[in-house]
């Protein structure tokens, strides 16, 4: 089957790193998102990986592993709007997208 | 107003009503989608719309109906509700209903069922 995990939630302290951690297992393998979703807010996307490696985008990078069936979310510089849910998602062999439940990041001052 | 709107943003209904949920996307996109979420679960995906044709129906209760009349408009009709159907109902669109491309979501209406 298909199954994607990540922690319930993180804490972290404003302005240091923080790592959220996403495991998945696919039958294929299309790439992997990362969302970012504020609470009552809409998931607004984040990065899109399908070759290993780290990709960065200013404060936020993400990493994957295709042989491990792993990535990670690294945020740096935290600052206080980084409050939110962070959702994990793959691809199904049907193209549509398997989510993990989401990492609950609080950031405190 | 470019991306994706939802309507009503809060809608509290009784286990006898009728009511319906709309999304409207201005994005040129050609799929659209209904997601549930729930508090501390994944999305669950409902409905996928491709050109106005239901290409996916992730055995939803027939108490929810999803309308698709053009490429911008999708709507869920919701009538004799749970209360276990109360949840967020989000939207989302993509170019394409191969995944790659990526969603945009609409920040969804949040459900009470009572």
């Known amino acids: 089957g298909q199954n994607i995990d990540q922690p319930t939630e993180m804490t972290a302290t404003e302005g240091a790193i923080v790592q959220i951690n996403c495991t998945y297992q696919?039958?294929?393998?299309?790439?992997l998102f990362w969302y970012q979703q504020h609470a009552g807010e809409a998931p607004t996307f984040l990065s899109y990986n399908v070759l290993d490696g780290l990709e960065e985008k200013g404060r936020f990078s993400s990493f994957l592993s295709r042989s491990k069936g792993y990535s990670y979310l690294l945020l740096k510089e935290l600052q206080m709007k980084d409050s939110a849910s962070y959702l994990c998602a793959v691809p199904d062999s049907n193209y549509q997208l398997i989510w993990g439940a989401g990492t609950k990041l609080i950031i405190k001052p | 107003e470019t991306g994706v709107t939802q309507t009503p943003r809060h809608l509290v209904m009784g286990m006898t009503n009728k009511k319906s949920l709309k999304c409207e996307q201005h994005l040129g996109h050609n799929a659209m989608y209904w997601y549930k979420q729930s508090a501390k679960k994944p999305l669950e995906l409902m409905f996928v719309y491709s050109l106005e044709e239901r290409v996916e129906n992730n055995s939803v209760p027939s108490r929810f109906s999803p309308e698709c009349p053009n490429s911008s408009h999708l709507f869920l009709h919701l009538h004799t509700l749970q209360p276990e159907d109360s949840a967020l109902y989000l939207c989302?669109?993509?170019?394409?209903?191969?995944?790659?491309?990526?969603?945009?979501f609409g920040s969804g209406t949040r459900l009470t069922v009572v």
């Open positions: 989302a669109s993509s170019q394409d209903w191969e995944v790659s491309y990526g969603y945009t």
């Open positions: 696919t039958s294929g393998f299309n790439g």
